[in-house]
């Protein structure tokens, strides 16, 4: 009973005008009205992958799974089930460590703080050949968090801060509930766009110079290592999409080659990337304008859509430049004038109606996704832990795996250094020595200026599939969830050089031989555990 109550009330409550949409009745694993009904080669139906903003793995799990009581005395985290495997945290680095700083623990009275420094280059210079030693002269912000009290006197020290299960606590209890991977690392270096494309594609060469652009200070060589002689690149920055009418007045790029879109359409799956604050508030001529904006907790209004956060968007035969809503509700996760884009709105419409598509990518308003000057870690956890009561809710459930993972770690200090398993010499490239990080000889696909491994991120399954309360260890990416995608639909590779050849699996945080019956719902604002149903 209360997971079909669960299923209105969360409806209502996701301000998405839930309450006019009639559900239709819930169809069977991946079977659509138009004939998709391919197979897959697990359990798995339905992938959600939710993708949030800027945090390493030490600023959300450094400590896990041991929390200290707010300020206020108050605590939110209830403590490690027994037999809770440690993860590679700071441990004794709190106390002794090689940075100017020492690691501190960011109270949840700090949930709002300002964007580190998180480019491609700066990143490099923090990571010093390894030590890990050089974040707060690298990646804190040249001021620190001067225009926050608390933070201000930190200074350039701020970047060491890391949160615990008294802030980040439903994060920690979906950990204990399923499964996290502790070793687990963005694709490359630097910020956002990077991070998105390699979540599609694997893949951040390729840039087309011909329909690029520069802003009014011509500085697109900075977002896009320009290759010599010719008119291609690669993204290093967060260029906007070039075909995208709520692009800013930016630097914008766009790329050639294939991402998964072409390779779910090749096979007829149903897809979509939702994002928060994609429909239009006007248009003009036919030209989009994004001026949506949603609401912190603390009351601020902030502007819900980013362009340079929709890595489809710099596609040609992938992007919906004029943010066209889909003809009707069927459409959604099928061909149509949205070209798989839509408004996040849309999912919660879809999934209600029984129309869950069978891979689906979730981007929150900027208000929820977590990047530190514009969300925070609870409003985050708002976003997150609705979405995932909301899904808990269906009937789909049982067949559906959600990743979440991050686009970039904001530089926020992570001790643990990734393998180097594709290097660059370029200008921006600073690791190993100036110009140089690993064997630029050897990159994927010969192509430059996407040097990685890079900083260490969070990446956590919550699945009927998932192991409970474990810790994996395998070496994984950002492309990772696209490897499991590929496999689990026959899609076969990107290829040009894509990561996804030689991204980590995620199958060990599954049991597909054991579905769990359970489903663990939480307090949207606490973040703590409200009920555990049984099947």
């Given at each position: 009973?209360?997971?079909?109550?669960?299923?209105?009330?969360?409806?209502?409550?996701?301000?998405?005008?839930?309450?006019?949409?009639?559900?239709?009745?819930?169809?069977?694993?991946?079977?659509?009205?138009?004939?998709?009904?391919?197979?897959?080669?697990?359990?798995?139906?339905?992938?959600?992958?939710?993708?949030?903003?800027?945090?390493?793995?030490?600023?959300?799990?450094?400590?896990?799974?041991?929390?200290?009581?707010?300020?206020?005395?108050?605590?939110?985290?209830?403590?490690?089930?027994?037999?809770?495997?440690a993860v590679n945290g700071l441990q004794e680095l709190i106390a002794t460590n090689p940075n100017s700083a020492k690691p501190f623990r960011l109270d949840r009275s700090q949930a709002l703080t300002c964007d580190m420094n998180h480019d491609y280059t700066p990143e490099q210079l923090a990571f010093d050949q390894g030590l890990m030693d050089k974040f707060p002269e690298n990646t804190s912000p040249a001021n620190g968090c001067s225009s926050i009290p608390s933070l201000a006197p930190l200074k350039s020290g701020v970047v060491m801060g890391y949160y615990d299960g008294n802030t980040v606590t439903a994060l920690w209890n979906y950990a204990q509930y399923f499964a996290m991977n502790d070793n687990s690392y963005g694709t490359g270096f630097g910020p956002s766009t990077p991070g998105a494309l390699n979540l599609i594609s694997g893949?951040?060469?390729?840039?087309?110079?011909?329909?690029?652009?520069?802003?009014?200070?011509?500085?697109?060589?900075?977002?896009?290592?320009?290759?010599?002689?010719?008119?291609?690149?690669?993204?290093?920055?967060?260029?906007?999409?070039?075909?995208?009418?709520?692009?800013?007045?930016?630097?914008?790029?766009?790329?050639?080659?294939?991402?998964?879109?072409?390779?779910?359409?090749?096979?007829?799956?149903?897809?979509?990337?939702?994002?928060?604050?994609?429909?239009?508030?006007?248009?003009?001529?036919?030209?989009?304008?994004?001026?949506?904006?949603?609401?912190?907790?603390?009351?601020?209004?902030?502007?819900?859509?980013?362009?340079?956060?929709?890595?489809?968007?710099?596609?040609?035969?992938?992007?919906?430049?004029?943010?066209?809503?889909?003809?009707?509700?069927?459409?959604?996760?099928?061909?149509?004038?949205?070209?798989?884009?839509?408004?996040?709105?849309?999912?919660?419409?879809?999934?209600?109606?029984?129309?869950?598509?069978?891979?689906?990518?979730?981007?929150?308003?900027?208000?929820?996704?977590?990047?530190?000057?514009?969300?925070?870690?609870?409003?985050?956890?708002?976003?997150?832990?609705?979405?995932?009561?909301?899904?808990?809710?269906?009937?789909?459930?049982?067949?559906?795996?959600?990743?979440?993972?991050?686009?970039?770690?904001?530089?926020?200090?992570?001790?643990?250094?990734?393998?180097?398993?594709?290097?660059?010499?370029?200008?921006?490239?600073?690791?190993?020595?100036?110009?140089?990080?690993?064997?630029?000889?050897?990159?994927?696909?010969?192509?430059?200026?996407?040097?990685?491994?890079?900083?260490?991120?969070?990446?956590?399954?919550?699945?009927?599939?998932?192991?409970?309360?474990?810790?994996?260890?395998?070496?994984?990416?950002?492309?990772?969830?696209?490897?499991?995608?590929?496999?689990?639909?026959?899609?076969?590779?990107?290829?040009?050089?894509?990561?996804?050849?030689?991204?980590?699996?995620?199958?060990?945080?599954?049991?597909?031989?054991?579905?769990?019956?359970?489903?663990?719902?939480?307090?949207?604002?606490?973040?703590?555990?409200?009920?555990?149903?049984?099947?």
């Amino acid at each position: 009973m209360i997971r079909k109550n669960l299923r209105w009330l969360l409806a209502g409550i996701m301000a998405f005008n839930l309450a006019t949409i009639t559900p239709g009745s819930a169809y069977a694993g991946n079977k659509h009205p138009d004939g998709d009904d391919s197979k897959t080669d697990t359990p798995i139906k339905h992938v959600v992958v939710i993708f949030q903003e800027n945090v390493s793995f030490d600023h959300y799990f450094g400590t896990y799974p041991t929390a200290q009581p707010n300020l206020d005395k108050s605590v939110y985290f209830s403590g490690a089930k027994s037999g809770t495997p440690a993860v590679n945290g700071l441990q004794e680095l709190i106390a002794t460590n090689p940075n100017s700083a020492k690691p501190f623990r960011l109270d949840r009275s700090q949930a709002l703080t300002c964007d580190m420094n998180h480019d491609y280059t700066p990143e490099q210079l923090a990571f010093d050949q390894g030590l890990m030693d050089k974040f707060p002269e690298n990646t804190s912000p040249a001021n620190g968090c001067s225009s926050i009290p608390s933070l201000a006197p930190l200074k350039s020290g701020v970047v060491m801060g890391y949160y615990d299960g008294n802030t980040v606590t439903a994060l920690w209890n979906y950990a204990q509930y399923f499964a996290m991977n502790d070793n687990s690392y963005g694709t490359g270096f630097g910020p956002s766009t990077p991070g998105a494309l390699n979540l599609i594609s694997g893949e951040t060469g390729g840039a087309d110079l011909v329909n690029s652009k520069d802003d009014a200070f011509g500085d697109l060589e900075n977002d896009v290592y320009m290759v010599p002689n010719t008119e291609t690149g690669t993204v290093i920055g967060d260029a906007d999409p070039f075909f995208d009418d709520c692009s800013g007045a930016f630097d914008r790029t766009s790329l050639t080659g294939q991402n998964v879109g072409d390779l779910l359409n090749a096979k007829r799956i149903t897809w979509g990337w939702f994002q928060g604050g994609f429909t239009p508030t006007s248009v003009t001529n036919g030209i989009a304008t994004c001026g949506a904006k949603t609401t912190r907790l603390d009351g601020v209004s902030v502007a819900a859509y980013s362009a340079h956060h929709n890595p489809f968007e710099y596609y040609s035969h992938s992007s919906n430049q004029h943010h066209l809503p889909p003809a009707n509700l069927e459409e959604v996760g099928r061909d149509g004038q949205a070209m798989h884009q839509y408004d996040l709105s849309f999912f919660f419409k879809a999934a209600a109606a029984g129309r869950l598509p069978a891979v689906s990518f979730l981007k929150a308003n900027r208000a929820q996704d977590g990047h530190p000057s514009n969300s925070t870690p609870l409003d985050e956890q708002q976003f997150l832990v609705t979405t995932i009561n909301f899904l808990q809710s269906l009937d789909e459930w049982k067949e559906t795996a959600v990743f979440i993972l991050w686009d970039d770690s904001d530089g926020w200090y992570d001790h643990q250094l990734g393998e180097i398993i594709n290097g660059s010499s370029t200008k921006f490239d600073a690791f190993t020595a100036p110009g140089q990080c690993g064997n630029g000889a050897g990159a994927l696909g010969g192509i430059q200026a996407r040097c990685g491994y890079g900083p260490r991120l969070p990446f956590v399954l919550v699945s009927p599939y998932a192991k409970k309360n474990f810790v994996d260890r395998t070496l994984t990416d950002q492309t990772s969830p696209l490897h499991f995608i590929e496999d689990n639909w026959d899609l076969g590779r990107i290829g040009g050089g894509s990561f996804d050849a030689i991204s980590g699996s995620v199958l060990n945080m599954f049991d597909f031989s054991h579905r769990r019956h359970e489903r663990v719902f939480l307090d949207d604002i606490t973040g703590q555990v409200v009920t555990i149903e049984s099947e």
